[in-house]
C-alpha cells in the first residue's frame, strides 16, 4: 500500500527488518513455506503480496516495453539512459526517472551508478558465473568469464565488482569463488555463454 511501485523485497532486505535477527536458512525455509501455503508469491528474488505488481503509468511502461523489445534479441548488456535515448525517442530524463523507478521495482539492477541491467540478465550471469565455478578449482578469472560471455574486459570488471558488492561472489586474489545462496539473490536462469564455451 505504501510503496504501489515496488515489485516485493529480496530475502535480504526482509532479513534486515526482522528483529531479532534470523538466519538466511531459516528465513529461507520461512518464505519456501509461505510461498508454498499461497500466503506470498515471488517475482524472480523477490517475495510479495500475491497478485501484487508495481503500478506505473502509460508512459513509463511504453518505455518499458519498447526497451524490453529492443533488448529481446540481444545478449545480457547494461544500458544506460544516454543510450536508450535515441532507440525510445524521448527525453534522457524520462527515462533515467523510469529506469530508476524500475529498479525499485525489482525489474533491474543498478550495475553502476546510471548503468543497468534487467534482473534476468543478470541472473543469467549469474549462472553463467556458477558454471565456470562448478569448472575450476579455487574459483574462476575475470580473463575466464570475459572468454565465457563474450562481454568486454571493462564491463567484466563492472559486472564481477558489482557481484562481489550483492553478494554473489567473494574475491580471492584474481580469482572469484560463488557464494552458496546466490540464487536467493538474483533468482534462477539458464546461463548464458558465448558460441563455443557452453
Known amino acids: 500500500r505504501e510503496h504501489p511501485d515496488v515489485g516485493g523485497l529480496s530475502p535480504r532486505d526482509i532479513r534486515r527488518h526482522l528483529s531479532p ?34 503500478s506505473f503509468g502509460a508512459a513509463e ?3 518499458w516495453e519498447a526497451m524490453l523489445g529492443w533488448l529481446e534479441d540481444q545478449p545480457p548488456r547494461t544500458v544506460t539512459a544516454a543510450e536508450l535515448k535515441g532507440v525510445l ?8 526517472a523510469m529506469l530508476y523507478r524500475r529498479r525499485v521495482s525489482g525489474d533491474l539492477w543498478a550495475v553502476t551508478e546510471g548503468r543497468f541491467m534487467l534482473c534476468d540478465h543478470v541472473a543469467m550471469l549469474v549462472a553463467s558465473a556458477a558454471v565456470l565455478a562448478a569448472r575450476h578449482d579455487g574459483g574462476f ?17 563492472r559486472l564481477l565488482e558489482f557481484f562481489d558488492r550483492i553478494g ?27 558460441a563455443g564455451t557452453a
Not at 531459516?26 to 503480496?49: E, M, P, W
Not at 525517442?89 to 533515467?96: L, Q
Request: hydrophobic share 50%; aromatic share 4%; glycine share 8%.
Open 21 to 54: 535477527a534470523v538466519s538466511a536458512d531459516v528465513l529461507g525455509a520461512v518464505l519456501r513455506a509461505l510461498a508454498d501455503a499461497a500466503r506470498i508469491a515471488f517475482t524472480g528474488s523477490l517475495a510479495h503480496l500475491p497478485g501484487h505488481t508495481a
Open 141 to 157: 578469472t575475470a580473463a575466464q568469464f570475459r572468454d565465457a560471455t563474450a562481454i568486454g574486459r571493462n564491463h567484466v570488471i
Open 61 to 63: 511502461i511504453a518505455m
Open 89 to 96: 525517442g524521448t527525453s534522457e530524463g524520462a527515462i533515467r
Open 168 to 194: 554473489i561472489t567473494v574475491r580471492r586474489g584474481d580469482a572469484r569463488v560463488m557464494r552458496a545462496d546466490h540464487e536467493a539473490v538474483v533468482g534462477r536462469a539458464p546461463p548464458w555463454l558465448a
